[in-house]
Structure formats: structure tokens, C-alpha cells
């Protein structure tokens, strides 16, 4: 007869209850714990596997995407850097995930300049495909024109600038463009092309009535924005008993052009102009004469300042007939509002270009000594 099979031991807990063992024997109870204490550790791992594939899944791709962001990459820029400035402009959602993602997906290099199509929140793989095909050709070609060129250097600055200009065209141009502040008759364009960084349409490139009128419009703009239309006005008494044209106002703003090397020269300069005008004295400006003469030269012969020219302002009283040079526009502040004071005279008094004011020759011939024992000039 088999054996009886023992009673599971029981407790009493001393309110008429038992306890009963759950000891198990065999072994099959610590295998079921075992697997216990791996399973979990397991399934939290999956789980956060599972929550991390999630996050990069939605830092790859966000979703919605925004308007669209202008977005550069400068020369020698690194991938981490280019990472950094698309999270900081929000076309991507982490630098370090699409610094990964590159890394995944290859690409890099990406060349410099200027890149179109990029939006908030950007997914990453169209990021990488955008910057792997490089920046979109230009659709304008820049072209400076600084401050104080005759319109003999301008011309022959634009035709090497555009060799696809025809240069009968270019003179054509000039000589039959007539800006509103232009004198009735005249043909002579010189101060009216504005100095400034003009971006020429891909189109319109070798174009030169649209290059002109390009430049006419901004010399219209900033003009109204000082107040040259209304130079007489402005002004008044300026000059003494001499009226003021708004043309004269421009031709005083291409000599300040011509003499200020500093900004805070030009109002001061306009009033030695004003001042010298109002007592019919000669200018006695040195680069209306290399304008005369057509050639710039540091220092001028006596057959250069005896040229009979109506721009030789050393020999002839009162303003040159027309602007010697496109002036900016502080020039031409600085010709509507010329700064109080009485002074005749200027020179240079050091090498980063200020100027010392006297209303006194012998005080300016002392300034004239000191210069040049100093080596000014």
C-alpha cells in the first residue's frame, strides 16, 4: 500500500488561522523564480529600446513641417557645426541625432553657400538629401560700386565685371539716362550712380540700361530719404546770398566725397565749401583738378593745378560744373547738413585721415609745417 503522502506543515498565527509552507521541492518553484528575475530586466529593456526607437524615430522625422527658413553653410564649416545651426534654426530637433543620422546615411561633406527648401521641422533624411545636392546656383551676380568713382573707372568696372556688356551700349546708357535732379539739356551723368552693392538678376546680366536704371532708382531713394529734392530750403543762408540747387548740393557732396577720409570730416568740409562760397573765394580742392586732368596721382605738378578746366577749383571761383564722382550717402548728409563753424581752411593732420579746421592762414600754414615734419604727408 503506498506510502501516505505527507500533510503540507501548517502554522498556527494564534487566531485560529494557518499558515501553509509554500516551499516547493524539486526544484520547479526557484526555476519559475529565476526566470522571474530575468524576464523583468529583460522586458524593461525592451521597453526602453522600444521608447528610444520612438524618440530618434520622431527626432528623424517630427512631422508637420513649418515655413521655410533661409539657411548658409559657411566655408570649412564641420558637420557638427552644421548640425548645430539647423537645431538652432529648428529645421532639425537635435544636432547630436542628425549628426547620427549622417553618419548612418553618408553625405557629408556638404558644400558651402546659401541653401533653399529647408523648413521647421525638416524631416532629416530630406535635410541630408538638400545639402548633399549642394547649393542652388546663384540667381543674381553682386556687383560693388564703392564710393567716389568717376564714370570713367565705373564704366570700366562694369565691363570687366560683365564681359558680356557691349560698351557702345554702356555709353548709350549713360549718355540718355536722365535722372530727375539731372540740369535740363545735360547728359553728363557723373554723381548720379549710386555707389552701393547692387545684385544683378542672372537675366539681366550684360544688360546696361537696366544696370543704369538699377542704380538711378537707389540714388532716387536715398536722395529723398535726405532731403536733396529740397536742398534750396534746407539750405538757405547756408552760402551767404547764394542759392543752393539740389544739383550743386550733390556736386558739394562729391568734392566732401573727394576730401573726407573719416565720417566725422564731412559735415566740417561742407561748411569750409559753404563758407568759402558765401566769400567768393576759389575752393582750391586739389581733386577737382585730378578730375580735370583724368588721373589719380598723389601729388600734383604746377602744369597739373595751372589746367584751364572749369574743374581746376584752384584757379576757377565757386563750384565745379557738375559732381567729380559718386558720392555715398554720408556725402551727402553731410552737404545738406554742414556743422556749425567759421573755418576757411583744412589739412591733413594724421595718418588714419582726420583733418585739423582753422578759419586763420597762418594757423593753417603752421598746421601745413607740423604735417609734414610728421610725416603725414
Known amino acids: ?40 530586466p529583460l522586458i524593461v529593456i525592451a521597453l526602453f529600446i522600444a521608447a528610444a526607437g520612438f524618440w530618434v524615430k520622431g527626432k528623424i522625422d517630427p512631422g508637420s513641417q513649418g515655413e521655410e527658413v533661409a539657411f548658409s553653410i559657411a566655408k570649412g564649416a564641420t ?35 546659401k541653401y533653399e527648401g529647408l523648413r521647421v521641422n525638416s524631416p532629416m533624411g530630406e535635410v541630408v538629401d538638400i545639402l548633399k545636392a549642394g547649393p542652388p546656383p546663384p540667381t543674381t551676380v553682386s556687383f560693388l560700386v564703392r564710393e567716389g568713382l568717376w564714370v570713367s573707372e565705373f564704366k570700366k568696372l562694369a565691363l570687366e565685371k560683365f564681359p558680356t556688356m557691349d560698351p557702345a551700349a554702356l555709353d548709350a546708357a549713360l549718355k540718355n539716362t536722365h535722372p530727375s535732379l539731372q540740369p535740363a539739356g545735360s547728359t553728363n551723368i557723373e554723381g548720379f550712380l549710386f555707389p552701393a552693392t547692387y545684385e544683378i ?46 544739383y550743386e548740393a550733390l556736386i558739394v557732396a562729391s568734392l566732401v566725397e573727394s576730401e573726407a577720409k573719416v565720417d566725422e570730416d564731412r559735415a566740417k568740409i561742407a561748411r569750409v565749401i559753404y563758407n568759402r562760397l558765401a566769400r567768393g573765394e576759389t575752393l582750391g580742392i586739389d581733386a577737382s583738378v585730378l578730375y580735370a586732368i583724368q588721373q589719380r596721382k598723389t601729388n600734383l605738378t604746377n602744369t597739373d593745378l595751372k589746367v584751364d578746366s572749369p574743374y581746376n577749383t584752384r584757379l576757377k571761383k565757386g563750384l565745379p560744373p557738375a559732381p567729380i564722382n559718386s558720392p555715398g550717402q554720408e556725402s551727402i548728409n553731410a552737404a545738406l547738413n554742414p556743422a556749425p563753424g567759421d573755418w576757411l581752411f583744412y589739412v591733413l593732420t594724421d595718418k588714419d585721415g582726420r583733418h585739423y579746421f582753422t578759419n586763420n592762414l597762418t594757423d593753417f600754414n603752421r598746421a601745413v609745417v607740423d604735417a609734414k615734419a610728421r610725416g603725414v604727408f
Not at 3 to 30: H, L, M, Q, R, Y
Not at 79 to 105: D, G, M, P
Open 1 to 40: 500500500m503506498p506510502a501516505a503522502t505527507p500533510a503540507p506543515a501548517t502554522a498556527n498565527d494564534g487566531n485560529g488561522g494557518e499558515f501553509v509552507s509554500v516551499k516547493g521541492g524539486g526544484g520547479s518553484g526557484g526555476g519559475g523564480r529565476w526566470a522571474l528575475l530575468i524576464g523583468v
Open 201 to 246: 538678376a542672372q537675366q539681366d546680366v550684360g544688360n546696361a540700361q537696366k544696370l543704369i536704371d538699377q542704380m538711378i532708382a537707389a540714388f532716387d531713394r536715398v536722395s529723398q530719404a535726405e532731403g536733396l529734392p529740397d536742398a534750396t530750403a534746407k539750405l538757405k543762408g547756408v552760402a551767404g546770398t547764394k542759392s543752393i540747387s539740389p
Open 79 to 113: 558637420t557638427s557645426q552644421i548640425a548645430t545651426s539647423l537645431a538652432e534654426k529648428k529645421i532639425v530637433s537635435s544636432a547630436t541625432v542628425f549628426e547620427w543620422y549622417v553618419k548612418w546615411k553618408g553625405g557629408d561633406p556638404f558644400q558651402a553657400g
